[in-house]
């Protein structure tokens, strides 16, 4: 067997067993469908729906992982960032997230068409193939047909005898042959029926350029203000400090031959000012980029907050290496605006920090034993966390009832460097 | 004194080695990166380190790192830690072998010749030398610890002086107090603290750092 030849079959034969496994998925799409139609007519369908269009929407994005995987198809994800879903009317911001978004109802289309028409293009080869198997065996397996009664036919043949047996297996390699051909073709038509339902409408990109233009201009705001706010404590602090080192210094210098007991003092003064502006530029670097963050990343940098803030925090971090800087940045200033608002309002004592990286994105749950009742009001912190986050499309939930205990849950989508330390220049 | 000098700022390392050579100091190694430092540190063994924390090639807690892998290999060698920041974290990661020796000041300190030289001279004698920044902050974490609330303010700021490292003449000399005072408020501290008295220096100031550090 030439390599050409073996490389052809095995992409065939690895096509249809990829085949096979959408096929799966369609089965699995039937069973969702069923569900979803149960959940629809049940008594608590207000409870089971949203988890089920989650369940499909899990299964539309492995199809779409899949069709980019196999068949180098790139279908990008349709959905609506999930924003503002927090505070008392969580549950029905959840559903109108979920109703108004065009691509629910383009799964659920999806959902009813993929087990008829996905189905068949993924299972043809396979089918074919095992029907070419079925010739090449017939030497073997006619005989026993035709002794327990069977009515034997393979093709337009009638096998009834080994040489009718022999010509069915030339047939069923030539069969087998032609399933190996369609596998990579009948996998790239799959891929372009389902990039046909499930890839973004023009209509929905439309809505994702709104939401970009708007989070770009909210993280444009913020970045000016922050470098107003930069710009004004050097002027007010270490700048005017060092001024008043320079003016304590000449002072000293002209006393340096008539008092000298006078120029001690000043010496004395001119340190302290300078200490006091290097303080002063130590919280103003921490305020932009805390050194612990640079040396050590998200999880180390959020062990030291715990460790500097009021209440008893215990932190759990599992993020096994470093995630890009920008998403370190916001999510380190998070947690410390989210630790800062509960010592201040929650009465709480004790707080439990969770960190972890799963799948795609960043998730950070803050859970206090304080007195609840928290809401994202306009102009708050947990407000103006959420437009930060969602710069980065990412989100920030609250529970909060009345008595406690308070949950604030931030996702921030994000991939994972390895675990290696990233150089950085040298800022100290 | 043998000393052992990291510190990646040619003007800093030396300036600081002169200043160290003047009071008596003998530099034997001054350092620009963390690998060096880490065989300085391990074949030259000095009565004592000062170690900036950022240093070469990744300029993260590079000197941090060395110091703690040397005192993995050579338990209790004295290291005095110098940094633009003081980190809990990372005091915390010093103390945590127990094993005494151990410095960790903000690098403006240095300015203070007396007191950073009284600091090394702590540090390589098996002491601890914390920064007052380092304290404050534990003080202020622990600030609704109701054992602590029941301090005086004297014995508050005795204890805070002890924490850093000083001695019971150290101390009465900052609080203008005899040393008589000073032994009697400690003695309270510690029954207040409900921490087991002890006549050494060393082993009292961990006591103390244990307590703050729960």
């Known amino acids: 067997m030439s390599s050409p030849f073996a490389a052809w079959a095995r992409r065939g034969w690895v096509a249809a067993g990829r085949g096979l496994a959408l096929f799966g998925g369609s089965l699995l799409a039937v069973l969702l469908a069923v569900t979803l139609a149960l959940a629809v007519v049940s008594v608590a369908w207000v409870v089971l729906v949203p988890p089920t269009v989650m369940a499909v929407r899990r299964l539309a994005n492995r199809a779409r992982r899949l069709a980019d995987a196999w068949a180098g198809v790139h279908i990008p994800a349709p959905y609506l960032p999930q924003a503002l879903n927090g505070g008392p009317k969580r549950f029905w911001r959840r559903w109108t997230w979920i109703v108004r978004d065009p691509a629910t109802w383009r799964d659920l289309l999806w959902l009813l068409v993929d087990p008829i028409i996905g189905a068949f293009l993924a299972g043809l080869p396979a089918a074919v193939i095992a029907y070419g198997l079925f010739g090449l065996a017939q030497p073997i397996v006619w005989q026993p047909i035709v002794d327990a009664g069977g009515s034997n036919w393979y093709g337009m043949i009638h096998v009834d005898s080994q040489a009718a047996a022999w010509l069915a297996a030339v047939l069923g390699a030539g069969v087998v042959l032609l399933g190996l051909a369609i596998g990579p073709a009948s996998l790239l038509l799959h891929a372009q029926f389902t990039r046909s339902l499930l890839a973004p409408t023009p209509a929905a990109l439309a809505q994702r350029v709104r939401h970009l233009t708007e989070t770009r201009a909210d993280a444009v705001d913020a970045q000016a203000a922050e470098l107003r706010r930069i710009e004004r404590d050097l002027h007010d602090g270490a700048q005017a400090g060092l001024v008043a080192v320079g003016m304590t210094l000449s002072a000293a210098e002209q006393l340096l031959a008539d008092d000298p007991q006078a120029v001690r003092t000043l010496l004395g003064e001119a340190r302290e000012a300078s200490t006091k502006a290097l303080n002063e530029l130590r919280d103003l670097v921490r305020g932009i980029h805390p050194p612990v963050l640079a040396d050590r990343g998200l999880g180390d940098a959020v062990r030291a907050l715990a460790l500097d803030s009021q209440l008893t925090v215990q932190v759990s971090v599992d993020v096994p290496g470093r995630l890009p800087p920008e998403v370190e940045s916001a999510a380190y200033f998070a947690v410390s605006e989210v630790l800062v608002n509960a010592a201040k309002h929650s009465g709480a004592e004790q707080v439990w920090l969770d960190l972890r990286h799963h799948d795609v994105a960043l998730r950070i749950r803050v859970t206090d034993n304080g007195r609840g009742g928290a809401e994202i009001g306009h102009g708050t912190g947990l407000h103006g966390i959420q437009r930060r986050l969602a710069t980065f499309d990412g989100t920030l939930a609250l529970t909060s009832p009345p008595g406690g205990p308070t949950t604030v849950t931030m996702e921030v989508p994000c991939a994972l460097s390895s675990p290696k330390t990233t150089l950085s220049s040298e800022t100290e | ?214």
């Open chain 2, 1 to 214: 004194m043998r000393i052992v000098l990291a510190e990646d700022h040619a003007l800093l390392r030396d300036g600081m080695t002169r200043l160290l050579q003047a009071h008596g100091f003998t530099v034997i190694a001054a350092v620009d990166n963390g690998t060096d430092l880490l065989q300085a540190l391990t074949e030259r063994r000095p009565d004592v380190a000062v170690v900036d924390v950022r240093l070469p090639p990744s300029f993260t807690d590079e000197g941090l790192q060395a110091a703690l892998a040397a005192r993995r290999q050579i338990p209790g060698l004295p290291v005095l830690v110098l940094s633009q920041y003081v980190e809990q974290l990372y005091a915390r990661e010093l103390l945590a072998d127990g094993a005494g020796g151990i410095g960790y000041l903000l690098k403006d300190r240095v300015s203070s010749t007396d007191e950073f030289l009284d600091a090394v001279r702590r540090v390589a004698a098996g002491g601890t030398a914390m920064d007052p920044a380092v304290i404050s902050r534990l003080l202020a974490r622990n600030a609704k610890d109701k054992p602590l609330a029941r301090l005086t303010q004297r014995e508050h700021d005795v204890l805070a002086l002890m924490a850093e490292g000083r001695s019971n003449a150290a101390i009465a000399q900052r609080l203008v107090i005899g040393e008589g005072a000073v032994g009697k408020h400690i003695a309270n501290i510690f029954a207040k603290l409900d921490l087991p008295p002890s006549d050494s220096d060393n082993r009292r100031v961990r006591a103390v750092l244990t307590y703050l550090n729960r």
